[in-house]
């Protein structure tokens, strides 16, 4: 059984900087890619950033592209997001998701990640 918990969320000013986490536990997983969503009030979930579990090949939503860096750390069975120069309109809920090992997935689409954490909140004030 595999469980995702993220972490790091908090409430911020413009321009501040936040990094969250998401631990992975369980036995014997192993996973195409790990991705990030959000969620704000009233919008759909929104594709943030992925990154490869074999490759590090990193994937990013141009909304974020330049503030925004996923990284992962196999030993420790995370995954990251360092976000920076933060603006309202990135105020929502984090949620990391890990799609199982596969050929192919399109890590753009949150319908294809098999696993979810619980989400972490990031509010950002102007």
């Known amino acids: 059984q595999v469980q995702l918990v993220d972490s790091g969320g908090g409430l911020v000013q413009a321009g501040e900087s936040l990094n969250l986490s998401c631990v992975i536990s369980?036995?014997?997983?192993?996973?195409?890619?790990m991705g990030w969503f959000r969620e704000a009030p009233g919008k759909e979930r929104e594709f943030v950033a992925a990154?490869?579990?074999?490759?590090?090949?990193?994937y990013y939503a141009d909304s974020i592209k330049g503030r925004f860096t996923v990284s992962r750390d196999n030993a420790k069975n995370t995954v990251a997001l360092q976000m920076n120069s933060l603006k309202p309109e990135d105020t929502a809920v984090y949620y990391c998701?890990?799609?199982?090992?596969?050929?192919?997935?399109?890590?753009?689409?949150?319908?294809?990640?098999?696993?979810w954490g619980q989400g972490t909140q990031v509010t950002v004030s102007s």
């Open positions: 998701a890990a799609i199982e090992d596969i050929s192919f997935a399109n890590v753009y689409s949150w319908r294809v990640y098999d696993y």
């Open positions: 369980g036995r014997g997983f192993s996973f195409y890619a």
């Open positions: 990154i490869r579990w074999s490759s590090s090949n990193t």
